[in-house]
């Protein structure tokens, strides 16, 4: 897979010592794209870190959200590296940077911290197929999905572009669904860690009739018969 200048072609060529950043309910996925602005002196050292080597980040979730913050946080075991794609600095003090996501990967174990960031060693030898572009799209149920995220739309009162939809392939569908999902960290959690994306489909699908049902949204599931 393509990451800006860089080219993943499988699990071994994702660096097996990582900076991560514990970040709750956000979510990356392969070949996605997160914006992230960063402010904290411990972040901005670990932007500098990545630039000065192969800029590869790991988006991870905290297990938990503590007062202590993310710092004494146990992690979930599997997160996602993405590679710095983009990168400016605003000249206040912020970095303004782009990760696109390369592959998942399960930690290890994590190491001692470096200039207040968290590292850990990974593996994506688990994740092979986050390497092929579309790998399993075509057992996506497309229209299943589409159903789902209109009844969404029009529960929340909110606009879509349709025709950028209809052009997007289904992993960037699916993945982008995903990545903009309302959810909380256990559902983020279960759309990271679905084994393949028709998976990831239908756990998203799930996520949302649940909550429309709980809203009283609508019968989402007699209206998806």
């Given amino acids: ?22 970040l709750p309910e956000a979510l990356l996925l392969p070949r996605g794209q997160m914006p992230l602005n960063i402010f904290e002196p411990r972040y901005m050292a670990m932007i500098d870190h990545a630039m000065a080597g192969d800029r590869i980040i790991g988006m991870v979730q905290p297990m938990t959200v503590t007062e202590d913050g993310e710092d004494a946080a146990e992690l979930f075991a599997v997160g996602c590296a993405g590679r710095i794609t983009s990168y400016s600095e605003t000249g206040d003090g912020r970095y303004m940077i782009c990760l696109t996501g390369v592959s998942r990967f399960r930690i290890l174990e994590e190491v001692e911290p470096e200039s207040g960031f968290r590292r850990c060693r990974v593996s994506a030898i688990d994740f092979p197929s986050d390497f092929v572009e579309d790998a399993g799209a075509d057992t996506v149920d497309r229209s299943h999905l589409l159903d789902t995220f209109r009844l969404y739309l029009d529960a929340n009162q909110l606009e879509a572009d349709w025709d ?7 992993e960037t569908l699916v993945n ?24 990831r489909a239908e756990t998203l699908i799930a996520l949302t009739e649940v909550s429309l049902a709980r809203r009283g949204d609508g019968n989402a599931s007699s209206q998806l018969q």
């Avoid at 939809?165 to 289904?170: D, F, R, T, V």
């Fill in 1 to 22: 897979m393509q990451a800006g200048n860089a080219t993943y072609e499988g699990p071994n060529d994702l660096p097996d010592l990582i900076p991560v950043f514990p």
């Fill in 164 to 170: 950028s939809i209809e052009k997007a392939s289904n």
């Fill in 176 to 199: 982008a669904l995903s990545m903009m999902s309302p959810y909380g960290m256990a559902e983020k959690q279960a759309l990271l860690e679905a084994p393949d994306l028709r998976t």
